[in-house]
């Protein structure tokens, strides 16, 4: 089975910044796609980042300038690094992984428990 720790998150005043981190462990042999979403209360999860094993990125529009999102492959983790925080970027951030080969098994993904961020005005 895999798992996925995440780091980082906590009380961010705005215009600041974070860090978040997030591990995955496990026998793994390879993990497609990485990524970081989040959820507000009373909305739908949405996606933040996310990154191919290749280095393809993809943002959401409200991060678009504001996040970088890297991985490292030999060490299966992720990283979210978000600068000019909002109130609104106040959200439980969930780590993502998609495409995960674990020994003899393909799964199309597994997410991490979340971590609180709360931007305060």
């Known amino acids: 089975q895999v798992q996925l720790v995440e780091s980082g998150g906590g009380l961010v005043q705005a215009g600041g910044s974070l860090n978040l981190s997030c591990a995955a462990s496990g026998s793994i042999f390879s993990i497609n796609v990485m990524g970081w979403y989040r959820q507000a209360p009373g909305k739908q999860r949405e996606l933040v980042a996310a990154?191919?094993?290749?280095?393809?990125?993809n943002y959401a529009d409200s991060v678009q300038g504001r996040a970088t999102i890297s991985r490292d492959n030999a060490k299966n983790t992720v990283h979210l690094q978000m600068n000019s925080l909002k109130p609104e970027d106040t959200a439980v951030y969930y780590c993502?992984?998609?495409?995960?080969?674990?020994?003899?098994?393909?799964?199309?993904?597994?997410w991490g428990q979340g971590t609180q961020v709360t931007v305060s005005s």
């Open positions: 993502n992984t998609q495409g995960v080969r674990s020994g003899n098994y393909y799964y199309l993904g597994f």
């Open positions: 990154i191919t094993s290749g280095g393809s990125t």
